[in-house]
Each structure stands twice: as C-alpha cells, then as structure tokens.
Nanobody, 123 residues
Framework: QVQLVESGGGLVQPGGSLTLSCVAS????????IGWFRQAPGKEREGVSV????????YYSDSVKGRFTISRDNAKNTVYLQMTSLKPEDTAVYYC????????????????WGQGTQVTVAS
C-alpha cells in the first residue's frame, strides 16, 4: 500500500501557472506508477498525466499535452505536476494516485488515492 498527500492547489488566473506536489509513503514507492487525475463538478474523474516507476515513461491527456509537465524525485518520494497556460476548463479537484505494474491514464485501475487538492482557474 502507498499513502499519498497532495498539495499546491489554489486560485489562479487564466494563463497562469501552478505546481502541484504529491508526497508518497510506503514500501518500494519508487517502483509505483504515480499519476494525476482530476474531477470537475458533474463530470467523471479523468486521467491528466502519469509517470512510470523506476524505468517508466510519461503520458499526458490530449487536453493538457504541451501545457503540463509531470516529474518525480525518487529521493523525496514526490511527484510534481507543473501546470502552465491554465484555462478555466482546468478547474477541478486534482488527485494523485499510485498503481503497480501499470502506466495508463484510466483512473479505475489505480488502488491508492490521495485526498485531492482544489485548482480553480478564474479571473
């Protein structure tokens, strides 16, 4: 099992930037895929970006590709999501989640979830 704690959410103007952090704890955390997912009011939870374990790659949804960057610091057991050129439609609760042996954007396949952090993009 992996425990996850997100931080870094807030209110930002359109076109602005924000960086989210996800601190993971547990056994062999660096072997887990960790991803960022979001859920807007009235919408289903969707995958934003994931980063594989030690030797895995990165994946992005089409809606954020070119604007968001995911990275991880295994020494700190932390995964970051740098968000730039933010749009009002990026407004949502952002969750990080961990999964073992998968590198996909489907949230249904992840077992370990954080509590979420609110991101609001508005002028």
């Amino acid at each position: 099992q992996v425990q996850l704690v997100e931080s870094g959410g807030g209110l930002v103007q359109p076109g602005g930037s924000l960086t989210l952090s996800c601190v993971a704890s547990g056994s062999q955390v660096d072997y887990y895929t960790i991803g960022w997912f979001r859920q807007a009011p009235g919408k289903e939870r969707e995958g934003v970006s994931v980063i594989g374990g030690r030797y895995g790659g990165t994946y992005y949804s089409d809606s954020v590709k070119g604007r968001f960057t995911i990275s991880r610091d295994n020494a700190k057991n932390t995964v970051y999501l740098q968000m730039t050129s933010l749009k009002p439609e990026d407004t949502a609760v952002y969750y990080c989640a961990a999964g073992f042996g998968i590198v996909v954007l489907n949230p249904d396949l992840y077992d370990n979830w954080g509590q979420g952090t609110q991101v609001t993009v508005a002028s």
